[in-house]
């Protein structure tokens, strides 16, 4: 369980008592990627907060056993298939989602892949359309689909997963970069043209945290000697240390913030 805490105050209903503009209790959101690693932690931070989930990856079995995991806190989840670089799918996706949330209030576009290290000279174009399709054009459907129900709704928020990677170069993963890149201009761009439409749209842009996907690229100690060497606070972040930025993103709180990108990576692009 990604860092669910043994303390009631963090069920829906408690903490919010105190903090109304966080409430997010009556509303729907849509978690790309949401079954395991970052998008699973924002999927049961959004939960803490009241919010009903829509989880969705191309791992159904994932989705399913980390729905019935955050449907423990009193919130109406419902997994689906998805793989959000066909455009029938993520179509069908919103519509289930609509279908059976009643509506959808906020998306978070964090479905990604990371790519192997290769020298530019050398990738594959198919390795490099692979990344763009799921980093880049899957926001790009899943927003395109999403934002159309939210003009209709009278606004929402758009969360989009970026990355450092977005605004340092890094080498041998060069489509990354690029994917992560646009998602930051596209992050600005919706935000511009959705904003007459009360919808916020802002990023995430983690450093490097310790998931699943980070672990099929280094064994723990090379992310150790990693991070000793280019994070100041010299460890990986956790994926549960998300979950208030995404509370954050989601909320009333963040109702004249758009096209932000919110950084979280132990202070390493200002070493």
Do not use: H
């Not at 980093?135 to 969360?159: P, Y």
């Amino acid at each position: 369980m990604l860092g669910r805490s043994p303390s009631v105050d963090f069920f829906p209903g408690a903490w919010m008592k105190r903090l109304p503009m966080f409430d997010l209790s009556g509303k729907a959101a849509i978690v790309t990627g949401g079954g395991s690693g970052i998008g699973r932690a924002l999927a049961e931070g959004l939960a803490e907060a009241g919010c009903g989930i829509v989880i969705c990856s191309r791992n159904y079995e994932q989705c399913v056993k980390a729905g019935g995991e955050i449907a423990e806190l009193g919130v109406k989840v419902l997994p689906i298939r998805c793989d959000v670089t066909k455009s029938d799918e993520v179509e069908n996706l919103v519509r289930s989602a609509v279908e059976e949330m009643g509506g959808i209030d906020i998306l978070v576009n964090n479905a990604g892949t990371e790519g192997r290290e290769i020298p530019m000279v050398d990738m594959p174009e198919e390795d490099w359309d692979r990344i763009m399709d799921v980093n880049l054009k899957g926001v790009f459907l899943c927003s395109r689909a999403v934002a159309k129900k939210m003009i209709g709704r009278g606004g929402g928020k758009i969360i989009n997963v970026a990355s450092i990677a977005a605004f340092i170069a890094i080498p041998y993963v060069s489509a990354y970069c690029a994917s992560k890149g646009g998602v930051v201009q596209l992050t600005r761009s919706m935000a511009l043209e959705l904003a007459s439409y009360n919808i916020q749209v802002n990023a995430i842009c983690p450093g490097y945290f310790s998931t699943p996907m980070s672990q099929r690229m280094y064994e723990p100690e090379m992310w150790t000697r990693i991070a000793r060497k280019n994070v100041p606070m010299g460890r990986l972040g956790r994926p549960e240390e998300l979950k208030g930025t995404a509370i954050y993103l989601a909320s009333s709180a963040t109702d004249f913030m758009t096209g932000s990108c919110i950084v979280m990576d132990g202070g390493q692009l200002i070493r």
